[in-house]
């Protein structure tokens, strides 16, 4: 079974506007950790957040913001006033404290923020 | 600057051939992994390392192999077995602590076979 469910394959936004993307994750551990990555084209994973399952404060930073419910085992990702050096593949990733340092990707959304 | 180097960047060999990817790490981190990206199926984990001559494998492991013989370097060889090998491989680094730190990316190798 999939650990990590990213839904949306493809989104296509106009520059300034808002846009959530979606991560759904899948764990019987308590103690877990979530992930979000960037790709830009030139394919270089760039880290962006790093939530623990005790933590479900959400986080702002900047343009980006996160959502983490553990009731809905989601962990969404927001980008206000989206720019086009926003498009890449988004990757949501999973690391459960029972198996390490072994991450579980979801299949990532590929955004393309439009002119 | 700290950080991860692959190379090649682009590699194309002939069916039937071994060729080994370069990952070189100066970040001092304990743990390096190999992932497979192919589209629309993320990144898949071949192999991992969180010691100096020491390996297991993850979740698509058969027709590769590794090496750990420095904590710096963890080369991938694709051999003649691995039926696609076709694909983008990414490695990674990170600590090896009691908390599951972030892992840093390299900037990719991308394996063609013609």
């Known amino acids: 079974a999939q650990k990590v469910t990213q839904a949306q394959t493809e989104i296509s936004v106009v520059e300034k506007e808002d846009v959530t993307l979606d991560c759904v994750y899948e764990t019987r551990d308590t103690t877990y950790y979530l992930f979000w990555y960037k790709q830009p084209p030139s394919g270089e994973l760039v880290f962006l957040i790093r939530?623990?399952?005790?933590?479900?404060q959400n986080e702002i930073s900047g343009r980006y913001s996160w959502n983490f419910q553990k009731s809905t085992s989601s962990f969404n990702f927001t980008i206000t006033a989206s720019q086009v050096v926003d498009s890449a593949v988004y990757f949501c990733a999973l690391s459960e404290a029972n198996t390490g340092n072994q991450f579980y990707f979801g299949t990532g959304t590929s955004l393309t923020v439009i002119p | 600057d700290g950080g991860i180097t692959q190379s090649p960047k682009y590699l194309f060999r002939k069916e039937g051939q071994n060729v080994t990817l370069s990952c070189e790490q100066n970040?001092?981190?304990?743990?390096m992994y190999w992932y497979r990206q192919d589209p629309g199926q993320g990144l898949r984990l071949i192999y991992y390392s969180q010691i100096v001559n020491d390996f297991q494998k993850g979740d698509i492991a058969e027709g590769y192999s590794v090496s750990r013989e420095k904590k710096e370097s963890f080369p991938l060889t694709v051999t003649s077995a691995q039926k696609n090998p076709t694909a983008f491989y990414l490695c990674?680094?990170?600590?090896?602590?009691?908390?599951?730190?972030?892992?840093?990316f390299g900037p990719g190798t991308r394996l063609t076979v013609l």
């Open positions: 939530r623990n399952s005790f933590d479900e």
């Open positions: 970040l001092n981190h304990d743990a």
């Open positions: 990674a680094s990170s600590m090896d602590g009691p908390y599951s730190d972030e892992q840093f």
